[in-house]
């Protein structure tokens, strides 16, 4: 079995996502394949090592001991990877994605410099929307993509990383919470239909009952930074504020220094998921494996 460490990788992956979907959705492979391979595991062992609980799993005695062996083997091939890597010294330059938020306000200029240092190769960046990135996997003409909307493809692999939330701002104070009818005074720039961020937004309007057709929209813009950028050369209007709604990210410097400032919708927190997208084919890929764990660890 050690001669087939993908079945290893399984048992381990089930072990810390505590949880057979969990673990399928991380490897990119169907549920019942996770099943099978465990029970493989455990019909070359003899005994389980997995028991299913009603709240996720829990390692049998003889999973813990196998759990401790297949992670000490797991960190000496990982190790023997990396000076395989060093004997081939590959120069290549690593194809990184990003939607339009994350690539130009969550992914500095250093981090890439870092991630190319770990990999000992440049990193190149390419923003475009979220869609795009996922059909430029799919066509192989980036490595590992970062999206903001679960553009789902069979094909590939997504990876949960941050948290991002959707906040109201403006370039004049506002309550920290703002009541549903507030939003019918102000003046409003908007995401272009089709945006991400507008159907985020437009599903939160619907269930609080408000209606977007009934706000005095002054433009709809096509990205984050015009968004901003109009919004910074509105005029003040502490009556009638010139709002919108976008990332935490995209304005945490703003918002800092003052210049801008941010408001939450009473009753609702508009979050979602950013993800790290990679194809199938690649979640054996050493670079691909490196990028990943790299961003994931919080490097970026």
């Known amino acids: ?35 099978q391979q465990i029970k493989f595991v455990e019909k070359y062992l003899g005994t389980k090592v997995i028991e299913r609980k009603k709240n996720g799993i829990k390692l049998t005695n003889e999973g813990e001991e196998l759990y401790k062996i297949a992670t000490r083997l797991e960190k000496e091939i990982h190790a023997a990877e990396q000076d395989i890597l060093k004997i081939i010294n590959k120069e290549i330059t690593f194809r990184l994605g990003a939607s339009f938020t994350i690539g130009t306000y969550v992914v500095p200029g250093e981090c890439l410099n870092t991630i ?57 104070p506002l309550p920290k919470i703002v009541k549903t009818e507030d939003l019918y005074t102000y003046n409003w720039i908007c995401r272009e239909e089709g945006s991400h961020t507008r159907r985020v937004v437009s599903e939160v309007f619907e269930e609080l009952g408000v209606s977007c057709k009934s706000f005095n929209v002054l433009s709809e813009v096509s990205n984050t930074t015009s968004v901003l950028q109009t919004i910074k050369r509105s005029k003040k209007d502490t009556a009638h504020p010139v709002v919108s709604i976008i990332s935490k990210y995209a304005i945490a410097d703003e918002v800092a220094a003052g210049e801008l400032f941010e408001s939450r919708i009473r009753g609702y927190t508009m979050k979602r998921k950013f993800y790290i997208v990679y194809s199938k084919e690649n979640k054996h890929n050493a670079y691909v494996d490196q990028v990943v764990d790299f961003i994931l660890a919080g490097h970026c």
């Open 1 to 35: 079995m050690l001669k087939d460490f993908v079945k290893i990788e399984t048992f381990l992956t089930v072990a810390r996502e505590r949880s057979f979907s969990k673990a399928s959705s991380k490897l990119g492979i169907s549920q019942p394949a996770v099943t």
């Open 116 to 172: 190319g240092k770990a990999i000992n190769n440049d990193v190149k960046l390419s923003v475009d929307l979220s869609n795009g990135i996922v059909e430029k996997l799919k066509d192989r003409k980036l490595d590992v993509g970062l999206i903001e909307s679960p553009v789902f493809d069979n094909d590939l692999i997504y990876r949960e990383w941050l948290e991002d939330e959707l906040v109201l701002v403006s370039n004049v």
